[in-house]
Every structure is written in structure tokens, then in C-alpha cells.
């Protein structure tokens, strides 16, 4: 028991629970539903996330000696050379799995593993530092929707969101040691205050995986395009243009009015119902506790603005995703949350 708890505190076995939400939150930014490619992107993503969690105490173990000398390396529970080992092999896993899922996944999947073994043995303690986890996250939703459907596109808007959450939590989490200025929480207040704007608004245009041209929206812009062409060349009487026009039509003074299509915002949806209150969970949960640590940037206040910061992901994934109009995958990922507070308890996430 004492052993397996000495893996769970390294591995930061709570964390998990905000990891299978990039990937699910990536596919529905592509519009697409999970599917088995999508369960292989996650599992490449959780054992990406625990390499590095394994690597950072590894590179970290003299440092934490000094500072954390309960953690599992610096305690003598589990031998340096253990976990450099896991590390490799949690590696070699996540790049098998991104394989399998195919080309586009592994694509991103290598970039992904590179940036996370330069952030624990390079870059964590220069000014890149905050960037590069940034950009690991950011690239695990993208890898959820490259393992998806081979599109990565659409969803480089939800991994900038999520991207620059990550950011400001690990921004916060440099001062967890030792407590610091209150600019940085202060910073992550107003990110989070920011992100939360942004996702109560859904965007008009969700994508989806109807091919270009086969719905009847596209039929009908083909054929007004069409009846456009046929009056101007005159192979329409003029008195039938403004039935092929479709909504364009004659206005007074003879000057042509068009309609202009109506907003996603513009009406009540459920959907648009879910967004908002998941939006709103996700700023709850993150800036209660960074308020607290901008009033006091003590080390248990910050401690407790990262964790509850990383606790943040999960609504903010499951925003994303209802945002991208997939709510039942939202509801998901919210689920998540619960799972993640109750064993948050037993073992730290920091």
C-alpha cells in the first residue's frame, strides 16, 4: 500500500481526471462524435500526461529535496532511476497509441512528447517555461481531433482557449513554494474572468462532418448562384430573378436589400443554456481561490489556486465542447469533475 501510494502521489493520479477532455473536447471542435480513434488519442494523452509528471520529478529531485523532501524521489520510496524509467516507457506507450489512431494523430502526438520532455528538462524554469506547458495542452486537444477525423483546423480556437488557461495556471503555480507577488493570480483572475466572456459566446458557424455541398443549405447557394448567372446572360425572363434570387430583393429606389442570416447568440437554445452554465462553473471553481491568493500570495493560498486552477480544466473542456454544440460530450467531461475532487482528496495534484 505504501508503495502504490508513492506512484499514485508521483504520478499525480487525481490529475487524470482533466486529461480524457482534450481529446474529447478536440473532436467536438471538429464537429465530429468519439469514436475508437478518438479512446486512442486518449489513451495516448494519459500516458503522455504521466510521463511527464514522472519526468518532472525526476529532473526536479534535488530541488525538491530541499523544498519538498516528503515527495517520493527525495523520501527514498521510489528510486530516481524507477521513475526515469517510467517516463521513458509512458513515452513510448502514448506515441504507440497516437500511431495506431493514425498519421495525423502521431503527427501531433511527437511534437507533443517533445515539448513535454523540453519542458521538464529544459525549459521549466526559464520565461518559456509557462508557453511550453501551454502549448502541450493546447496540442493534446488538437490531438484529439487529428486522431478523430485527420481535420485540426477547426480546433485550433478551443486549444488557444485552453492554452492560455494552462498558461496562466503555470504561470501561478512558479510561486507555489514559496509564495511570491500578487500579480501572478491577479493575472490568472483576469485570464479566467476573460476566458469565461469568450465562451458564453457560441460561435454562428459550428463545423460538421456532412461533406462540402451535400446539405441543402449548400443546394440552395448553388442553385441561387446558378439562377444569378442564367438571368445575366439572359436565359431568364428578368421577372423570374427575384424568385431564383432567393432572399435578395428589389428594395425601394430600386436598391437590392439581403437578409442578414440570424445569430447563434441572437435566441435562447439549450445548448446555448449549457454553454453559459458550464462557463460559469468553470469560472467558480478557478477564481474564488486565485482572488484569495491575490490577497494573500502565501505558499497554502497558491497551492491551492493551482490546484483548484488544474481542477478548473475539466469545465472548462466540457465549455468547449458544448460550445462546439456536442452537449452530450459536455456533459461528459463535467462528469469528470466530481471523480476528480474526491480522490483530489487523498492525493495532491500538485
Not at 16 to 23: K, N
Not at 104 to 119: I, K
Not at 152 to 168: D, E, I, K, Q, V
Not at 273 to 301: D, E, G, I, K, Q
Request: hydrophobic share 45%.
Amino acid at each position: 500500500m505504501s508503495r502504490s501510494r508513492a506512484w499514485a502521489e508521483l504520478l499525480r493520479l487525481p490529475a487524470l481526471f482533466t486529461v480524457p477532455g482534450d481529446a474529447l473536447s478536440g473532436a467536438a471542435a471538429v464537429g465530429a462524435r468519439p469514436n475508437s480513434r478518438t479512446l486512442l488519442a486518449i489513451g495516448s494523452s494519459l500516458c503522455l500526461y504521466e510521463a511527464g509528471m514522472a519526468l518532472n520529478d525526476w529532473a526536479d529531485r534535488a530541488e525538491d529535496a530541499a523544498e519538498r523532501p516528503h515527495r517520493p524521489l527525495p523520501s527514498g520510496r521510489i528510486h530516481p532511476a524507477a521513475a526515469f524509467t517510467a517516463a521513458c516507457a509512458l513515452t513510448g506507450a502514448g506515441l504507440a497509441l497516437a500511431a495506431r489512431a493514425g498519421r495525423p494523430a502521431l503527427t501531433v502526438a511527437a511534437p507533443l512528447a517533445a515539448t513535454v520532455w523540453a519542458y521538464d528538462l529544459a525549459l521549466k524554469h526559464t520565461p518559456c517555461g509557462p508557453a511550453a506547458m501551454a502549448t502541450a495542452r493546447a496540442l493534446d486537444l488538437v490531438l484529439g481531433a487529428a486522431a478523430t477525423t485527420g481535420r485540426t483546423r477547426a480546433a485550433l480556437p478551443s486549444a488557444a482557449l485552453l492554452g492560455t488557461h494552462t498558461l496562466a495556471v503555470t504561470v501561478v503555480s512558479r510561486q507555489e513554494t514559496k509564495g511570491g507577488s500578487p500579480l501572478a493570480p491577479l493575472a490568472a483572475l483576469t485570464t479566467t474572468a476573460l476566458l469565461s466572456r469568450l465562451l458564453a459566446h457560441r460561435p454562428t458557424g459550428v463545423p460538421s462532418d456532412r461533406p462540402s455541398g451535400a446539405g441543402p443549405g449548400d443546394a440552395d447557394g448553388v442553385a441561387t448562384a446558378t439562377s444569378r448567372r442564367s438571368v445575366m446572360s439572359g436565359s431568364l425572363p428578368a421577372s423570374a430573378e427575384p424568385a431564383a434570387a432567393g432572399r435578395e430583393r428589389p428594395g425601394p429606389g430600386h436598391a437590392r436589400r439581403i437578409t442578414p442570416p440570424r445569430s447563434a447568440d441572437s435566441a435562447w437554445s439549450p445548448g446555448r443554456a449549457l454553454t453559459t452554465a458550464l462557463a460559469a462553473t468553470y469560472a467558480a471553481t478557478a477564481a474564488r481561490p486565485y482572488f484569495h491568493a491575490t490577497l494573500n500570495p502565501s505558499p497554502p493560498l497558491t497551492q491551492r489556486a493551482v490546484g483548484d486552477g488544474i481542477r478548473a480544466t475539466i469545465p472548462l473542456q466540457a465549455a468547449l465542447s458544448a460550445r462546439s454544440g456536442a452537449g452530450l460530450t459536455a456533459l461528459l467531461i463535467a462528469g469528470l469533475a466530481p471523480l476528480g475532487r474526491r480522490f483530489g482528496r487523498k492525493v495532491s495534484v500538485t
